[in-house]
């Protein structure tokens, strides 16, 4: 199965700084790497995904890189805002494909106004 | 985006009764969802693939027989869990998927406490 590791566990930046948070996988084959934000006690929102055809995209202040040959990938934020504060998820799908995903162990983000 | 509605937001039950929670996609066809039970500070778990018209596949140690999948229809799937005991206190959460090549949306999620 998939093995996704997710560094760091928390985080803490101060307002405007930026924050990384970086995914590894197993999986050669995997090429869908979405990234999920998740509020205390509410449902994972998808912030923003890339295909294995592109090695950046960025949506704003938020952008993720990924690099096939290493197996890895990370969400940037920058300008960081208090309400950038949550919990966020990497995931990986499994056998490739688009289906079953495996969620990394989150990152805990507090952005310290 | 697409909606998944996900009901109870919250239940609280009796520890040996049985509590179902309903999936439900709004404004699309879902052919596959997933059940997923996330712990307190932890990640989500995946606990079982709901195929439309088929049985349920359930990862590696999730009990089929205590957690019940039932996808009778492509807006529909439930899950059951039967006699149910404080260890299962979690927030259960739902996603569901039009396609292969489509986006996952997750449902709100329910609170499950068992006292």
């Known amino acids: ?113 | 985006g697409a909606v998944v509605s996900q009901h109870p937001s919250r239940v609280i039950c009796k520890s040996g009764t049985s509590v179902k929670i309903e999936c439900r996609s709004l404004d699309f066809q879902a052919t596959t969802m997933f059940w997923y039970r996330q712990f307190p500070k932890q990640s989500l778990m995946l606990m079982a693939t709901s195929n439309e018209g088929s049985k349920a596949t359930y990862e590696q140690g999730v009990e089929k027989d205590k957690f019940l999948i039932n996808h009778a229809s492509l807006t529909l799937s439930t899950l059951t869990v039967t006699s149910a005991h404080p260890e299962d206190s979690s927030f259960y959460i739902c996603s569901a998927r039009g396609g292969s090549n489509t986006e996952a949306f997750f449902g709100q999620g329910t609170r499950l406490t068992v006292v």
């Open chain 1, 1 to 113: 199965g998939e093995n996704v590791e997710q560094h760091p566990s928390t985080l803490s930046v101060q307002e405007g700084d930026s924050a990384v948070i970086k995914c590894t996988y197993s999986d050669s084959a995997s090429n869908y790497f979405p990234w999920y934000k998740q509020e205390l006690g509410k449902r994972p929102q998808l912030i923003i995904d890339i295909r294995s055809n592109v090695g950046e995209k960025k949506d704003q202040r938020i952008a993720v890189t990924l690099n096939k040959t290493a197996k890895h990938f990370s969400l940037h934020i920058t300008e960081t805002q208090p309400e950038d504060s949550a919990v966020y998820f990497c995931a990986v799908p499994l056998s490739g494909g688009y289906q079953k995903v495996t969620f990394g162990t989150g990152t805990k983000l507090q952005v310290i106004p």
